[in-house]
């Protein structure tokens, strides 16, 4: 073994960590090697240091102040603030949904009350136009035979507004015409 | 190490949400939490700090523990990683106040009537040494002292310390071996001067004889 290598043992031999049959040889050596047996002496006093500086001990009025200190900060960890209750009831599920619902509710009501006049006048202008067509459908239907007339053809393809305010594509039927089709949708 | 069988109650009962079990563990520990950051930090204000955040994480943490090591285990990797958080955040301000703290000051009394031999000229070299030896420690790189410091002043095993750093027990011995030369080459004066004064007064010795 070369000193390097032994100067590495020293650290071991120190701390009683070899065996038996390296040990000797690191003995051996440090009887011949004077370098190796200085640094072995040096490491020693300096392990001897080490001990003295390990019974440095901190006051007690210290641990004092510090556990009251952690105390304290554990406590204030225990008491949730009232934002973090909040948003921690809200991560459950089903109080999450009722809140969604109730969102919409809210909104919904809303929405009424601030538009309840305009939603009034669709109404009642709806409803109107309904009675017209209704009118409209009893005049025409003395006139049976409205549909064999290819003049009157698109005549009523188009109606007036319905409920909803659109007009409705209403499905007529061909009675005079030779193809097979029975219903035309436009 | 495995956990034991006290420290296994009271840890289920802490996770169960009892504080004052916590306590318990509180006071078995906080002594060598604190001096572990003190040495690891080298500012009795700073570990104070770090010892507070230590214990608040744990709490915090212990839910998630599982006992697959031991609690002291455990804890001293929290209080590593803290002290590694703390240097590297504080490090310039770390600097100017490491160098005027006294490092002999709180020496156990017994140990000090054993050095001293009352005679105040020794007590003060023996500052001296101690503070040469702190400076020199704060030196090494983090790595070579924290192993130093588990191992000297902690009294860890090396198989402990190889739990608690994550690493195998070779790279513990290896970086141990490499931080005693380091700060023996650092001390390398103060180590020799013993050995000079005692080569010198055998010197005079003999002239006088």
């Known amino acids: ?186 | 190490m495995a956990l034991l069988d006290d420290e296994k109650k009271i840890i289920k009962e802490c996770q169960r949400g009892n504080a004052e079990s916590f306590y318990i563990l509180l006071d078995r520990y906080k002594e060598r939490v604190y001096s572990l950051a003190y040495q690891m930090i080298g500012d009795h204000t700073s570990a104070d700090d770090v010892t507070q955040e230590v214990f608040i994480r744990a709490y915090k943490g212990l839910p998630k523990f599982m006992g697959k090591c031991s609690f002291f285990t455990w804890l001293y990797r929290i209080t590593i990683n803290c002290s590694y958080r703390y240097l590297r955040k504080n490090m310039t301000f770390l600097k100017k106040v490491t160098n005027e703290i006294d490092p002999a000051m709180y020496l156990d009394e017994r140990l000090k009537h054993k050095f001293s031999v009352n005679s105040p000229y020794k007590t003060l070299e023996m500052k001296e040494t101690m503070e040469v030896l702190s400076q020199s420690i704060d030196k090494l790189p983090v790595k070579h002292k924290t192993v130093l410091v588990m191992f000297e002043f902690q009294g860890l095993s090396i198989q402990d310390i190889s739990e608690i750093l994550k690493t195998s027990p070779g790279t513990v011995k290896s970086r141990l071996h490499h931080a005693r030369l380091k700060v023996r080459n650092s001390m390398i004066d103060v180590l020799n001067y013993d050995k000079n004064k005692k080569r010198f007064s055998k010197k005079n010795a003999v002239n006088y004889n």
């Open chain 1, 1 to 186: 073994m070369n000193c390097s290598k032994i100067s590495y043992c020293i650290s071991e031999y120190i701390d009683n960590r070899l065996d038996v049959s390296t040990k000797r040889i690191v003995d051996n050596h440090l009887k011949k090697c004077k370098k190796c047996r200085s640094l072995y002496e040096e490491m020693l006093e300096l392990r001897g240091l080490f001990m003295v500086k390990a019974y440095e001990r901190p006051k007690a009025e210290y641990f004092e102040n510090l556990k009251s200190n952690i105390k304290r900060r554990i406590l204030s960890c225990n008491v949730v603030s009232l934002k973090d209750r909040f948003f921690n009831a809200l991560s459950t599920p089903s109080i999450a949904l009722s809140a969604c619902l109730a969102v919409a509710l809210i909104a919904s009501i809303t929405v009424n009350v601030m538009f309840y006049d305009k939603i009034q006048q669709n109404i009642q202008t709806a409803g109107e136009n309904l009675k017209n067509n209704i009118t409209q459908l009893a005049s025409e239907k003395s006139d049976s035979n409205i549909y064999s007339n290819p003049q009157n053809f698109n005549r009523n393809l188009l109606r007036p507004a319905n409920i909803s305010g659109s007009y409705m594509i209403t499905p007529i039927t061909v009675r005079d015409v030779q193809a097979k089709r029975a219903k035309i949708y436009y």
